[in-house]
């Protein structure tokens, strides 16, 4: 079975510097996914980046970036120029791909304030 | 468009009732998938349904179920309540499978009391 680690329960930063939230995963698996969601107060989980394992250039979302790093097993969000509305609980997620395995097993979550 | 939908928010009930939840996924999404968190086991995956069928099954008691309509709406049933049930249970759609991402509801919050 896949396990994934936030090994960060809260992390704090100031406003418009650099955050990164860690995550590591452990599988047998060569293909796979894996996903950073968002969680604010609202509930809703908002997807924030996605990788494909097999992809070895690391996925990019304007501020949100990833270092992927396949044989380590890492895989660590990096955000820039943190704004207010980063605010949230940060849950890395595995999905392996292939077959029906179409759920996602999730981190325990880092929770992230963003300073004034 | 509108997002995916979740009925009720909020939910009391008492030990031994049965609940049912809704879920109206985005407009065209055929996969469903249902998730329970709580704050002691975090995010668990209870149920993937695609096109009226149930692809996927985690590792919940016989209690959970759920069901998938043409339409693509879901509901998740639980029977006879126990207070460990007391969650937010959120639903989750895609077009297909979730590899490309899903988009998640805000949840229905159910107490056990």
């Known amino acids: 079975a896949q396990t994934v680690t936030q090994s960060q329960p809260e992390m704090s930063v100031q406003e418009a510097e650099t955050v990164t939230l860690s995550c590591t995963y452990d599988t047998s698996e060569n293909n796979y996914y894996l996903f950073w969601y968002k969680q604010p107060p609202s509930r809703q989980m908002i997807l924030v980046i996605r990788q494909e394992a097999y992809k070895q250039q690391n996925a990019t979302e304007n501020r949100f970036s990833v270092n992927f790093q396949k044989a380590a097993k890492s895989f660590s969000l990096k955000i820039s120029d943190s704004q207010l509305g980063d605010t949230a609980m940060y849950f890395c997620a595995f999905m392996n791909s292939g077959g029906s395995n179409y759920k996602l097993t999730f981190g325990k979550g880092t929770l992230l304030t963003v300073n004034p | 468009k509108a997002g995916v939908t979740q009925t009720p928010r909020y939910l009391i009930k008492t030990r031994g009732q049965q609940v049912t939840l809704s879920c109206s996924p985005i407009?065209?999404?055929?996969?469903v998938s249902w998730y329970q968190q709580t704050p002691g086991q975090g995010l668990q995956f209870l149920f993937e349904y695609f096109s009226e069928t149930q692809r996927n099954k985690g590792n919940f008691p016989g209690r959970f179920s759920g069901r998938q309509f043409s339409n693509s709406r879901s509901e998740m049933n639980v029977s006879t309540l126990e207070l460990g049930d007391s969650a937010l249970y959120l639903c989750?759609?895609?077009?297909?499978?979730?590899?490309?991402?899903?988009?998640f509801g805000s949840g229905t919050r159910l107490t056990v009391v």
């Open positions: 407009s065209g999404h055929r996969s």
């Open positions: 989750a759609s895609s077009w297909s499978g979730g590899e490309y991402g899903y988009t």
